[in-house]
């Protein structure tokens, strides 16, 4: 598939890389019906944005990921980014320390809001700065 699901700083072994990898993806077709992401997110435009994640809400229905996006002339926006429900990530094997990295940069592809709310996004995946990365929906 090509996705890696765990650092290998964790020592995951390949195996289960891909079994967190191939659970995340299968999982989330569910996670699309069930709060209708094409609902509330434009799935026909992809954003790209790099930054630090600054916190995660553990909580459900689903967690939210806090990132930091600086733009050119300094100023820090905060984005909000909807993934998948506690039980999907716990089940997956990812906790709220993995999601926040250290405070390293990473880089995040997205959905954003589909009614034009600013800084509000559905995240699809996260690719820290040492390649390790964590696969939200499957790419189209």
């Known amino acids: 598939m ?24 299968a999982a989330a077709p ?21 930054g630090v994640v600054s916190s995660v809400e553990w ?12 733009g050119p002339r300094g100023a820090v926006t905060d984005w909000r980014l909807e993934t998948v429900p506690v ?18 940069t990473a880089t995040v592809d997205i959905y954003p809001a589909r009614d034009g709310t600013p800084h509000l996004g559905y995240m699809l995946k996260i690719t820290y700065r040492d390649g390790h990365h964590y696969q939200f929906a499957p790419d189209k």
Do not use: C, W
């Open 2 to 25: 090509g996705y890696r699901g765990v650092s290998h700083r964790m020592g995951a072994s390949l195996r289960s890389r891909t079994l967190l990898a191939l659970g995340l993806a």
């Open 30 to 50: 569910v996670s699309f019906a069930h709060h209708s992401v094409g609902g509330e997110f434009n799935t026909h435009q992809k954003l790209t944005l790099h």
């Open 59 to 70: 909580a459900n229905p689903h967690i939210y990921v806090h990132f930091d996006v600086e």
């Open 87 to 104: 039980a999907m990530m716990r089940k997956a094997g990812l906790t709220k320390a993995m999601l926040i990295g250290n405070a390293e």
